[in-house]
């Protein structure tokens, strides 16, 4: 028997084990799914939680309802993973040796590595809303908050799901508005790109939303620290951007295990080739998802277009045939932007975010680079296919490569 | 597709004058760019130069905060040696991309 190791069961790492169980023999394979937590978290949601728009109970199931029949879940941390051996350890002392490793283990937002960012304010005037956590406290503080400056910072890329922080910034309009006391809350959007965004067409558009909702842009801002006392954000040239409540989207960083392990670069992301998704350590090692060092987004769509290609090439691999699927860099995602609109985005590594449509059987097509009413409720919808199509491996009627169809280029 | 000619040598750039094809860059050329953006270069800023340019033809992502991993300069010194915004003018005298955010 075979064995086909999967470390992380988050977005990718559910979707590979049912995608694998599905063109496995189980006479020849077994497939185990290593994870430390048993709560899955729908993550696109952790952005309305701030809001009241969504609580915590609206986007949680247990980790066991997406994956298949026939593949080993085992709820545990791991202590290192040895290449070179074929073999991960876990901290419960127990050792998986196997033929074929899947790393799926993500990314983390790392607040430790800005000075001051989580001293005394942090969860009192500083919040993040990637983590659960952070999310709720900050729900909690919205509730009772009187005004004042809200400053919403990108610490740097890459960071998961990149337009998350400019959807808050909408979101953030939209709710102060509703509640009467916009004209309390002066909004600044700091971030370290030269605009809302750095692709062109993108940036364009969305900077000159940010104008008509009348939120600040501060661009090229690398903060350096967090002065706690007089309630300010420094960066390293100098400047100053006073605060009464930080939003923060701290550093992204991989899995500790990874670094320790020696399998990642600087930041604990896994070296592989942005194409075949194959580990640069090991031939018999792939790698998915955010845990990756690609230079594409930190976000499920990218996970769920990788997957089919990673499919296809562990097949190939299996069957000492060459690599032949490669990845291009197919992302695509709703940007919220508040009052009950939306904007789609499609691009890959080569081609950015265009204007014109994006086909969808039944319920599309929809506008793309255009705020509409359809895109806000692609984005409401997109939770129902996450948890019942996406996850369990099932196709959608998308195409994997980024396709020009409907694509406006000039 | 526009060009401009550096040091003699006409290379491809893109509307923002960033390079498109980074095989046509020399120091020579960065020194003239470097002009453009009021800086005088020294072997820091080659130093890190070099590294921006390995980590791009390796096809890794370039953030700021790798340069606190160059093993050559911090941040702070990127940003007294590229006043302002050190990645984009240091990419730009570099000849490589300007870095796009993983959006």
């Known amino acids: ?410 | 597709m526009a060009q401009k000619t550096y040091a003699g040598i006409t290379v491809d750039v893109n509307e923002e004058g960033y390079f498109t094809n980074p095989a046509q860059w020399t120091k020579e050329i960065a020194v003239e760019i470097a002009k453009e953006e009021g800086l005088v270069l020294t072997g820091q800023h080659f130093a890190i130069m070099d590294f921006l340019r390995n980590k791009f033809i390796g096809g890794e992502a370039l953030s700021i905060r790798s340069i606190n991993h160059s093993g050559v300069l911090d941040v702070k010194t990127f940003y007294q040696l590229f006043p302002g915004a050190p990645l984009k003018k240091a990419t730009k005298i570099a000849g490589i991309p300007k870095p796009v955010s993983c959006i």
């Open chain 1, 1 to 410: 028997m075979k064995k086909l190791l999967i470390l992380g069961a988050g977005t990718a790492g559910s979707i590979m084990s049912n995608k694998m169980r599905k063109c496995l023999s189980k006479n020849e394979w077994s497939i185990t799914v290593v994870e430390r937590e048993m709560k899955h978290y729908y993550q696109p949601g952790f952005l309305f939680i701030p809001f009241g728009y969504y609580r915590k109970k609206d986007i949680v199931k247990p980790e066991s309802k997406f994956i298949p029949k026939g593949v080993d879940l085992v709820n545990a941390e791991i202590e290192n993973i040895d290449s070179a051996q074929n073999r991960v350890t876990l901290k419960n002392g127990t050792s998986i040796i196997y033929d074929i490793l899947i790393i799926a283990t993500g990314t983390r937002i790392s607040p430790e590595d800005t000075p001051g960012l989580k001293g005394e304010l942090w969860q009192k005037s500083i919040f993040d809303f990637y983590t659960i956590e952070g999310a709720e406290a900050l729900a909690k503080y919205f509730k009772t908050w009187q005004g004042g400056n809200l400053v919403i910072n990108i610490a740097d890329n890459p960071i998961k799901c990149p337009v998350a922080p400019l959807e808050f910034a909408f979101y953030s309009d939209e709710f102060f508005s509703a509640k009467g006391m916009r004209d309390k809350v002066n909004i600044t959007y700091v971030t370290p790109l030269s605009g809302a965004f750095t692709k062109p067409k993108a940036s364009k558009m969305l900077g000159s939303l940010l104008e008509q909702k009348n939120i600040n842009l501060v661009s090229d801002f690398f903060i350096g620290e967090v002065d706690n006392t007089n309630k300010k954000i420094l960066d390293f040239g100098g400047r100053e951007v006073p605060f009464d409540c930080l939003v923060t989207i701290p550093l992204h960083v991989g899995d500790t295990v990874i670094s320790k392990s020696g399998l990642g670069d600087e930041f604990g992301f896994v070296k592989a080739d942005k194409q075949t998704l194959q580990s640069v350590i090991s031939k018999n090692v792939f790698v998915i998802g955010d845990a990756g060092n690609y230079p594409s987004s930190k976000a499920g769509s990218v996970a769920h277009f990788q997957a089919d290609i990673l499919v296809h090439n562990i097949l190939s691999f299996i069957n000492d045939k060459p690599l032949t699927a490669t990845f291009d860099g197919h992302s695509n995602c709703y940007i919220e932007t508040g009052h009950g609109k939306g904007i789609l985005i499609d691009f890959n590594y080569t081609t950015e975010p265009l204007p014109g449509v994006y086909p969808m059987p039944l319920v599309g097509p929809f506008a793309l680079l255009k705020e509409t009413r359809l895109n806000h409720l692609g984005k409401l919808l997109f939770k129902w296919i996450y948890w019942n199509i996406l996850l369990k491996g099932r196709r959608l009627p998308v195409t994997d490569y980024m396709s020009m169809t409907g694509k406006i280029q000039n």
